[in-house]
Nanobody, 118 residues
Framework: QVQLVESGGGLVQPGGSLRLSCAASRFAYSFSSYAMSWYRQAPGKERELVAEITSAGGSTIFADSVKGRFTISRDNAKNTVYLQMNSLKPEDTAVYYC?????????WGQGTQVTVSS
């Protein structure tokens, strides 16, 4: 069972930046073979995809609401995926979750809270 641990969340003012990290361990296959994603869930809302990066790292996708503000990257040598969040808005407030997937397998982290408020 892959273990994913998110970090880097916190309280930030509108317009500020945060970088989330997701460290992976206990994977049956190489970390580089897993696609990695960030999701978020705001209170009273469904969990939504924020960004995804392919196993090779050559392709990324973003939710329309974060395009141009967020970037996703991975360091396969460190078994870590990052979400750089810039120009944060109050509507970005949510619990952010990391997910790995490979074929039909997926695993989730416990989440990290991001609060954007003045």
């Amino acid at each position: 069972q892959v273990q994913l641990v998110e970090s880097g969340g916190g309280l930030v003012q509108p317009g500020g930046s945060l970088r989330l990290s997701c460290a992976a361990s206990r994977f049956a296959y190489s970390f580089s073979s897993y696609a990695m994603s960030w999701y978020r869930q705001a209170p009273g809302k469904e969990r939504e995809l924020v960004a995804e990066i392919t196993s090779a790292g050559g392709s990324t996708i973003f939710a329309d609401s974060v395009k141009g503000r967020f970037t996703i990257s991975r360091d396969n040598a460190k078994n870590t995926v990052y979400l750089q969040m810039n120009s944060l808005k109050p509507e970005d407030t949510a619990v952010y979750y990391c997910k790995c997937s490979r074929l039909r397998y997926e695993a989730w982290g416990q989440g990290t809270q991001v609060t954007v408020s003045s």
